[in-house]
């Protein structure tokens, strides 16, 4: 059965949060009830934390759960605090800051469930790559990337022989023993060599990571090998891209279509904000009164 609040603050678990301040400033009459904290004027009562401990936790953790709330709910008002006595605040300009970010959210929240209703997330191909041709400067590569195969097999695997003869092969059959033996002996395979890799994050923890110039060496390597002294990776490089060249469009049509999304949003918050306006102009719902 879930254990109320009130026992754990009752039986003193609460004590060395409470200790913190003292309660000697009269209580304003219309609360009606003990605090559990307080902060100069601010209060923090029982039912402001009525519901917080979830079902099915332990008292300990319950215990601990109130005590880390009741210590942030000091912090947050010892801040605000602060902040006034140390702050020449404007109460008039503050309240307009404070009613400007309300009907800012309430936007917000307006805007965000009229774009779900309204927007196709479907962006056909040809746009991505009309988008793509049209920025093309804007699709500079900030690392080199690889298309590739990569294996990694224990010096163990048998007939590494024929191995290195697969890896090597443009032959559909071979492509597809290749495939067959790297699922039963690889320890570590990417054999999709139409995804492009950033590098970096392909050979790290590989021997190839202490290659002094890795331009250099994708520049000299369509394959490689290097030994760990327990297992032998083995790399066939199809395409790379070297830093500051254009990004192929396929690494991009993922950022891309992220880009069109949120022109589609923008455009459709642009349109709502229009066509309120033009519906309010319409029937006069709005009237700009001009100076005497």
């Not at 140390?86 to 404070?98: A, I, Q, T």
């Not at 920025?135 to 590569?141: S, V």
């Not at 294996?151 to 092969?169: A, G, T, V």
Request: hydrophobic residues 35%; aromatic residues 10%.
């Amino acid at each position: 059965m879930k254990t109320s609040i009130a026992t754990f603050l009752c039986i003193g678990i609460l004590v060395s949060a409470c200790d913190m301040l003292t309660l000697q400033r009269k209580l304003p009459e219309s609360e009606g009830e003990k605090p559990i904290a307080r902060v100069q004027n601010f209060y923090l009562y029982y039912k402001d934390i009525d519901g917080l401990i979830p079902d099915g936790i332990s008292e300990t953790d319950s215990v601990q759960l109130v005590n880390r709330h009741i210590k942030n709910w000091i912090k947050k008002h010892l801040m605000i605090a602060e902040a006034e006595n140390s702050l020449n605040l404007n109460e008039s300009e503050l309240n307009r800051k404070v009613l400007d970010y309300k009907y800012a959210l309430i936007v917000h929240e307006f805007e965000k469930v009229y774009i779900n209703r309204q927007i196709d997330y479907m962006i056909p191909f040809e746009e991505i790559k009309q988008y793509y041709e049209e920025n093309i400067e804007n699709f500079e590569l900030k690392q080199n990337i690889i298309r590739c195969n990569y294996i990694k097999l224990s010096n163990e695997s048998p007939r590494f022989s024929r191995f290195r003869q697969l890896i090597r092969s443009e032959k559909p059959e071979d492509k597809e023993e290749l495939k067959a033996y790297s699922i039963q002996f690889a320890n570590k395979v990417h054999l999709d060599d139409s995804t492009w890799l950033h590098f970096d994050e392909l050979i790290a923890g590989t021997p190839f990571l202490d290659v002094p110039n890795k331009v250099d060496f994708l520049r000299r390597n369509k394959f490689a090998e290097a030994n760990d002294g327990e297992s032998t990776h083995f790399l066939k490089v199809i395409e790379y891209r070297i830093s500051k060249q254009t990004s192929p469009l396929e690494f991009v049509v993922d950022d891309i279509e992220k880009i069109l999304i949120n022109k589609r949003k923008v455009k459709l918050a642009n349109t709502l904000e229009r066509e309120i306006y033009e519906k309010a102009e319409r029937n006069k719902s709005f009237q700009i009164y001009q100076p005497d």
